[in-house]
T-cell receptor
Framework: DQQVKQNSPSLSVQEGRISILNCDYT??????FLWYKKYPAEGPTFLIS?????DKNEDGRFTVFLNKSAKHLSLHIVPSQPGDSAVYFC???????????FGSGTKLNVKP | DGGITQSPKYLFRKEGQNVTLSCEQN?????MYWYRQDPGQGLRLIYY???????QKGDIAEGYSVSREKKESFPLTVTSAQKNPTAFYLC????????????FGPGTRLTVL
């Protein structure tokens, strides 16, 4: 039973344009959401997070939006750069429970 | 530099042999985790530990065992009972309770021949 889903396995975007990566979850107890970036044969690196008390968090070119009623979050990258090409995972954690649930990832390709 | 180290980067074993993957962190984090990633798939939780001498099974614990005798170390043993052990294994840690991201090690690619 996958509680965090990323339904798009891949996304291709032109350099300079916006990349939008989506994530859906089913567990209403999730209160903390994260996005990670991963290159092949390396560990994921943390990008940005958002608490369930917010609906938006911004860090430079990266913005995460949270829609609790729809149980949906998205990561916006503006402008996209070729170095952003990687696999992006969303993750969620339930309140006061130190276990993280990961989506299956979306492979982003930013074309020069 | 604080971080998580996993060794070795690549590991080859014959079928039927047990193998232990190392994970060490110097971040003073309380919680540690082991994940498995297969090609084209996400991260699946094998085991996690929130404090020393305590650990819980994740979603795919069968065929694996762990220990947490020291705060900084969380080794994973892949036993011969694990039917498909070839995968990329990732270790992670967090400070503990409260909203906090996981820090990941560089991973170990295990290939069973």
């Amino acid at each position: 039973d996958q509680q965090v889903k990323q339904n798009s396995p891949s996304l291709s975007v032109q350099e300079g344009r916006i990349s939008i990566l989506n994530c859906d979850y089913t567990n209403s107890m999730f209160d903390y959401f994260l996005w990670y970036k991963k290159y092949p044969a390396e560990g994921p690196t943390f990008l940005i997070s958002i608490s369930s008390i917010k609906d938006k968090n911004e860090d430079g070119r990266f913005t995460v939006f949270l829609n609790k009623s729809a149980k949906h979050l998205s990561l916006h990258i503006v402008p996209s750069q070729p170095g952003d090409s990687a696999v992006y995972f969303c993750a969620a954690r339930a309140f006061n429970f130190n276990k993280f649930y990961f989506g299956s990832g979306t492979k982003l390709n930013v074309k020069p | 530099d604080g971080g998580i180290t996993q060794s070795p980067k690549y590991l080859f074993r014959k079928e039927g042999q047990n193998v232990t993957l190392s994970c060490e962190q110097n971040l003073n984090h309380d919680a540690m985790y082991w994940y498995r990633q297969d090609p084209g798939q996400g991260l699946r939780l094998i085991y996690y530990s929130q404090i020393v001498n305590d650990f819980q099974k994740g979603d795919i614990a069968e065929g694996y065992s762990v220990s947490r005798e020291k705060k900084e170390s969380f080794p994973l043993t892949v036993t011969s009972a694990q039917k498909n052990p070839t995968a990329f294994y990732l270790c992670a840690s967090t400070r503990g309770a409260g909203p906090d991201e996981q820090f990941f090690g560089p991973g170990t690619r295990l290939t069973v021949l």
